[in-house]
């Protein structure tokens, strides 16, 4: 069983920064891609940022320059590092994980969700 414990949410105002946490633990043998998602009210859930397993980083245009993603594997956790956010970064965001099963099956894995508002 894996287990993703998401932190660092909250209320912040127009412009402020926040920074997200996932760590990862369980029953794996690696991690592969990592990434954050994240469900506005009425919204369908989409990408904000992925990071591979060597670093490599993918952004949706709407966070290029203001997001940050990065991770540390020894630690089995993937940061989301957010600047001058605006209001419609608004949303549930959600831990996401590309795992290998100790069993050598691939799998994926949700994190509960952490609420981020961003007041106008």
């Known amino acids: 069983q894996v287990q993703l414990v998401e932190s660092g949410g909250g209320l912040v105002q127009t412009g402020g920064s926040l920074r997200l946490s996932c760590a990862a633990s369980?029953?794996?043998?690696?991690?592969?891609?990592m990434g954050w998602y994240r469900q506005a009210p009425g919204k369908e859930r989409e990408l904000v940022a992925r990071i591979s397993s060597g670093g490599s980083t993918d952004y949706v245009d709407s966070v290029k320059g203001r997001f940050t993603i990065s991770r540390d594997n020894a630690k089995n956790t993937v940061y989301l590092q957010m600047n001058s956010l605006k209001p419609e970064d608004t949303a549930v965001y959600y831990c996401?994980?590309?795992?290998?099963?100790?069993?050598?099956?691939?799998?994926?894995?949700w994190g509960q969700g952490t609420q981020v508002t961003v007041s106008s």
């Open positions: 996401n994980t590309a795992l290998i099963l100790r069993n050598g099956v691939s799998s994926r894995s």
């Open positions: 369980g029953n794996f043998l690696s991690i592969n891609a």
